[in-house]
């Protein structure tokens, strides 16, 4: 029976890993026939867009494997590992091949004269993520208890995913042709954060019971919006909201959290 709890955590992280892949194969199907449609494929919800709503699904479901593990006592080494694994192809490949997908399937003359900057920005970005998970196993998980160090790569690979959803719930490369730029560019600068040594406060109880209804309001808020495929823009609204404030305050106690995570290396 103990064996048995360490189930539920690696399940619902093999879930995040098959539709991580299959939102891969989808994206696929997409390139090959960007003018399929059945009873819920139309024009407005293409296969890229049923394959980011899917990886949004990923996103959610990686905090539940997380919370499932803490709450029953169920964190492994083989559960960190596999973990690591499906984030990288849920939020380090995944996200920058929707970029590619969108684009290629939307904006076919631009890609042809542009592919160099696409494909480097997707690959950058997949690097990133890989070395960020890499790093997040082997130093930061034990040093910074209630910090991230750089941007994880569940929300970058979020505000990627968002970003390509408003982009294409708003046409916004047809009214602003410049804007086809904005995506190679938010892979470039996410990939960045998350090798960077900036830190990021988790989503942890306050003191204030304000703040704490206010998160938990808005995080049952995301699971709705979420898994019913709605308002991506509410969801990209929070994620801004959340870095801000988070980088902001991470930056103001940046003194105090290099010296607990010396302390914590000088006792481990």
């Known amino acids: ?27 696929i199907h997409g390139i090959i026939h960007p003018q399929y449609t059945s009873f819920f494929i139309t024009a407005d919800r293409s296969l890229i867009i049923i394959s980011a709503w ?3 699904w990923c996103v959610l479901f990686d ?17 960190a590992q596999f973990d690591s694994m499906a984030d990288l192809i849920s939020f380090g490949v995944a996200p920058s091949l929707l970029v590619f997908s969108f684009l290629y399937t939307t904006q076919g003359t631009w890609y042809m004269n542009n592919r160099v900057i696409l494909i480097g920005s997707v690959a950058f970005f997949s690097l990133c993520a890989a070395i960020r998970l890499a790093r997040f196993n082997a130093i930061d998980v034990e040093e910074y208890a209630t910090w991230f160090r ?3 790569s569940t929300i970058a690979g979020a505000f990627i995913i968002l970003s390509v959803l408003i982009f294409a719930k708003f046409d916004l490369i047809t009214h602003y042709p410049v804007t086809v730029y904005v995506l190679p560019l938010y892979l470039v600068v ?11 406060s988790k989503l942890v109880p306050r003191k204030s019971r304000a703040i704490n209804i206010f998160q938990i309001a808005n995080i049952a ?3 709705i919006c979420g898994f019913g495929t709605l308002f991506p823009e509410y969801l990209m609204g929070l994620v801004i909201l959340y ?15 290099a010296a607990g995570a010396n302390t914590a290396k000088q006792v481990g």
């Open 1 to 27: 029976m103990d064996k048995a709890k360490y189930l539920v955590p690696n399940f619902f992280t093999a879930l995040s890993f098959t539709m991580g892949f299959s939102a891969i194969i989808i994206m």
């Open 150 to 152: 750089g941007l994880p």
């Open 243 to 257: 870095l801000s404030v988070g980088f902001i305050y991470g930056f103001m106690k940046r003194n105090v959290i």
């Open 54 to 56: 899917l990886l949004l």
């Open 190 to 200: 996410s990939g960045a954060l998350m090798i960077s040594t900036l830190y990021l």
């Open 221 to 223: 808020g995301a699971y």
């Open 63 to 79: 905090k539940v494997d997380g919370f499932a593990a803490k709450s029953l006592n169920a964190s492994s080494e083989f559960g």
